[in-house]
């Protein structure tokens, strides 16, 4: 479709974005009207403050519903950051309640009844939400519930742990935690990202050199590996069978934008160390090139196609992260807001669909909704609004700058991540047999009914 130019450059005049959003992208008050809307929407689809539901989670996983565990981490990262920009306290209740929920039994973002599909990606998106609670001093939960910073170290020390990090392909972690889930033999961007992303803020956050170490240890593998290449494209992963040289080029906006925000807290670290400076425009030269069409955020790897729901978060991602990279790599603000900008109100322009008729779609470029409504498309929207009213907010903080969550260094390191296996006594073997003689029988019967069907 073709742009005219002067609509390219809308950035630079006041904009009144009309439909059934109506928000003037020059006001901060018109701003935060229509984030309250949005944010209103988004929390539709959840149902865990409610009778018989479980808190903290989206609908799902599937076939109960539509969503992925890792997708109520995000959730309430998309929330936080509403609340921080906006002032608005209506769901900080609801937030740390599922928040706390989740944590797990070992207080590691784990829970034992996720673990048929946990990925080091799902653990990490939780703790990236605790991350960012801490950085902007979000509520902290009571003195004997884990706090936020010490949730991140406990996720951050499981997964630098030797079991997590073998020799295959050079380094680098798996995409899912146990050897029995499907993609174990997969080493991907985003686990590795998220490892780098959350290393980088800790780094920051406590003045520990040593997970700003291993954060420069990871960028080095993930792009030594091929996953970054010379043009600064990002490909999402390959497989150990294979040296992870099988390298799988689909480009997702997320795994770019986890690294910007990974490394802007390097280069802040660093004290504005020029290689930071220069990873981090490099990236967002990829970033530009690949993920934004005109100005508006597009997702190459499935519009046009089939998103599934995890992609069809993605963008929000992207517009909150490189928002908070302005904040700790000031030099990117003009050549990020001029994008964010251009993405939002394209974004807004969308949304008319639903029952309340301001339901968000997808597909941004279009200016037309699509039809498809969901949590992903509403925490989308959030964010790319919720994005324009950074620089209003105090950037994030450290412990030496006002955090005042706790840390706990040896958080999460005695945790059995992965499974332990316990000694064999004769009563085990007794009750194996006689569940083995009984597994054979139905089997057997199973068989028989199957074939006389």
């Known amino acids: 479709m073709f742009i005219p130019r002067y609509l390219q450059l809308l950035w630079l005049a006041p904009a009144v974005v009309l439909g059934a959003l109506e928000v003037n992208l020059d006001d901060p008050e018109s701003i935060r009207a229509a984030a309250k809307l949005v944010a209103e929407d988004v929390m539709t689809y959840y149902q865990g403050n409610q009778p018989g539901h479980i808190p903290g989670i989206l609908p799902g996983?599937?076939?109960?519903?539509?969503?992925?565990?890792?997708?109520?981490?995000?959730?309430?990262?998309?929330?936080?950051?509403?609340?921080?920009?906006?002032?608005?306290?209506?769901?900080?209740?609801?937030?740390?309640?599922?928040?706390?929920?989740?944590?797990?039994?070992?207080?590691?973002?784990?829970?034992?009844?996720?673990?048929?599909?946990?990925?080091?990606?799902?653990?990490?998106?939780?703790?990236?939400?605790?991350?960012?609670?801490?950085?902007v001093n979000f509520r902290d939960p009571p003195l004997d519930k884990p706090q936020w910073v010490a949730l991140a170290q406990a996720v951050w020390n499981e997964q630098a742990g030797p079991e997590h990090h073998d020799s295959d392909c050079g380094g680098g972690i798996r995409w899912q935690v146990y050897p029995t889930n499907r993609g174990y033999d997969y080493k991907n961007t985003i686990a590795n990202a998220c490892f780098f992303d959350i290393g980088a803020r800790l780094a920051r956050y406590e003045q520990n050199a040593t997970y700003a170490d291993w954060a420069t240890k990871t960028w080095d593998w993930i792009q030594g590996v091929g996953y970054i290449d010379k043009d600064w494209n990002v490909y999402d992963g390959g497989h150990v069978p294979y040296n992870c040289t099988d390298i799988n080029t689909q480009q997702y906006s997320y795994n770019a934008a986890i690294l910007l925000s990974g490394a802007s807290y390097m280069y802040d670290f660093t004290d504005k160390s020029q290689l930071w400076a220069d990873r981090i425009s490099g990236l967002l030269d990829g970033i530009e090139r690949v993920f934004f069409r005109n100005g508006v955020l597009y997702e190459p790897s499935c519009e046009g196609e089939i998103c599934?729901?995890?992609?069809?978060?993605?963008?929000?991602?992207?517009?909150?992260?490189?928002?908070?990279?302005?904040?700790?790599?000031?030099?990117?603000?003009?050549?990020?807001?001029?994008?964010?900008?251009?993405?939002?109100?394209?974004?807004?322009?969308?949304?008319?669909?639903?029952?309340?008729?301001?339901?968000?779609?997808?597909?941004?470029?279009?200016?037309?909704?699509?039809?498809?409504?969901?949590?992903?498309?509403?925490?989308?929207?959030?964010?790319a609004l919720s994005s324009l009213l950074v620089h209003e907010a105090k950037p994030p903080v450290t412990d030496d700058t006002g955090g005042t969550s706790v840390g706990n260094p040896n958080a999460g390191s005695h945790s059995p991540s992965l499974p332990q296996a316990t000694p064999v006594t004769a009563g085990d073997r007794a009750g194996a047999g006689i569940l083995t003689v009984l597994m054979l029988g139905t089997t057997i019967v199973g068989t028989l009914w199957m074939a006389l069907d």
């Open 308 to 383: 599934s729901t995890d992609m069809l978060s993605y963008k929000g991602y992207m517009h909150r992260w490189m928002a908070v990279v302005t904040q700790v790599a000031p030099f990117t603000r003009d050549r990020i807001m001029k994008l964010l900008r251009s993405s939002t109100e394209a974004a807004v322009k969308q949304c008319t669909g639903g029952a309340n008729g301001r339901q968000c779609g997808f597909h941004w470029t279009t200016g037309m909704y699509d039809g498809v409504t969901g949590a992903g498309q509403q925490m989308n929207v959030l964010g």
């Open 61 to 135: 996983p599937p076939p109960d519903g539509d969503y992925f565990w890792w997708q109520g981490g995000a959730l309430w990262g998309t929330m936080i950051d509403y609340w921080h920009y906006t002032g608005d306290e209506t769901y900080n209740d609801v937030t740390l309640e599922g928040m706390q929920f989740q944590v797990g039994e070992n207080a590691d973002y784990a829970p034992k009844n996720w673990s048929l599909t946990l990925g080091n990606d799902d653990q990490s998106f939780w703790a990236l939400s605790a991350m960012l609670a801490a950085e």
